[in-house]
């Protein structure tokens, strides 16, 4: 088992930044591959970065490229996701996820999630 516990999320204004944070305990050795997802209000969740945990691959969806960037500390067993220039069509709650598989696209862990919420 993996667990996972997000924190960093809050109210921003439009065109801020915040950085979220995603602990993960437990079977730690086994995982191969982290991301981060969110699901607003009403919407589907969606994809929004990933890495493998050695940091050989990342990945973005486009809504978020050149805006977020996916990083980790491997000796906390931690990954990151610093926001920036945030939008109000990034409010959502955000969820971190881990792969044990050898796949950055399935995800067997979640965390319970953190909320962004970004004012005009």
């Known amino acids: 088992q993996v667990h996972l516990v997000e924190s960093g999320g809050g109210l921003v204004q439009a065109g801020g930044s915040l950085r979220l944070s995603c602990a993960a305990s437990?079977?730690?050795?086994?995982?191969?591959?982290m991301g981060w997802f969110r699901q607003a209000p009403g919407k589907e969740r969606e994809f929004v970065a990933a890495?493998?945990?050695?940091?050989?691959?990342?990945r973005y969806a486009d809504s978020v490229k050149g805006r977020f960037t996916i990083s980790r500390d491997n000796a906390k067993s931690t990954v990151y996701l610093e926001m920036n220039s945030l939008k109000p069509e990034d409010t959502a709650v955000y969820y971190c996820?881990?792969?044990?598989?050898?796949?950055?696209?399935?995800?067997?862990?979640w965390g319970q999630g953190t909320q962004v919420t970004v004012s005009p």
């Open positions: 437990g079977r730690t050795f086994s995982v191969y591959a």
């Open positions: 890495s493998t945990w050695s940091g050989g691959n990342t």
């Open positions: 996820a881990a792969s044990t598989r050898i796949s950055i696209t399935t995800y067997e862990y």
